[in-house]
C-alpha cells in the first residue's frame, strides 16, 4: 500500500466517527509516521501500532490556549502486522478508533470491551 493509499485509508477511519463525537475532537491532530521511536525508559524492541499525546477529554480544564493533543498512526508496524490489504484496512481502522478513544479517556480495558482493543 502507498503512502497516499496509507493515508486515505486513517481519513476514512477518522470519518466513520459519529458525528457526535467528531464534533468534540477539537485542538487534535491526527499524523501519519512510519515508526515508533521507544522511549529511554521502554524496551527497545517496543513497537506500536499508534499512540495518543495529550490530556483526555475527561481531565481537561479550561485554559485559554493549549497545544494540540496528538494521535499517531505508525505506517511500519501496521503493514508489518498485516498480511492482507484488507486486514490493513481494519488495523488501521482499530488503531485509529483506539486512539481517538484515548482522547475521549477510554480506558485499554474499555476499548477492548468495544472492540477497539
Known sequence: MSEAEFDAVVDAALARIPDEL????????VVVEDEYEPQPWEDP?????GVYEGIPLTERAEMPWQLP??????????TRHCRTRA????????TVMHEVGHFFGLSEERLHELGWG
Do not use: Q, S
Request: aromatic residues 4%.
Open 22 to 29: 467528531a464534533r468534540l475532537l477539537t485542538n487534535v491532530v
Open 45 to 49: 524492541d517496543t513497537e506500536l501500532l
Open 69 to 78: 493533543d496528538r494521535i499517531v498512526v505508525f505506517r511500519g508496524p501496521l
Open 87 to 94: 486486514e490493513l484496512e481494519h488495523e488501521i481502522t482499530v
